[in-house]
Nanobody, 126 residues
Framework: QLQLVESGGALVQPGGSLRLSCAASKFTLDEDVVGWFRQAPGKEREGVSCILRSGSLKYYADSVKGRFTISRDNAKNTVYLQMNSLKPEDTAVYYC???????????????????WGQGTQVTVSS
């Protein structure tokens, strides 16, 4: 089973930026569609962004569109989530996940996620 490890979470002020990384261990990521989910305290896990194997198609939730950018480097087995203009409502644990199609992320269909990372905490606060 694919093993995913997130990093890059931190405490940042509103308006700041962070870049999250999702690295695959044991297997390569280049055959997988990869998505990012997040879960805020007391809320359900929600899909944030997704990128196809080739990087040719990307999905963003309306709440992050224009502020977040997903990318991947298959040679490094890593997917990135660049987060700009961060808001307090972006505070959550962010998880990367291997999914069969991006509609799993768009529809919050967590039951169809094949592999999860352990999560990384992002806190946006002054």
């Amino acid at each position: 089973q694919l093993q995913l490890v997130e990093s890059g979470g931190a405490l940042v002020q509103p308006g700041g930026s962070l870049r999250l990384s999702c690295a695959a261990s044991k297997f390569t990521l280049d055959e997988d569609v990869v998505g990012w989910f997040r879960q805020a305290p007391g809320k359900e896990r929600e899909g944030v962004s997704c990128i196809l194997r080739s990087g040719s198609l990307k999905y963003y939730a309306d709440s992050v569109k224009g502020r977040f950018t997903i990318s991947r480097d298959n040679a490094k087995n890593t997917v990135y989530l660049q987060m700009n203009s961060l808001k307090p409502e972006d505070t959550a644990v962010y998880y990367c996940a291997a999914v069969p199609v991006c509609s799993v992320v768009a529809g919050n269909q967590i039951q169809h996620v094949s592999s999860w990372g352990q999560g990384t905490q992002v806190t946006v606060s002054s």
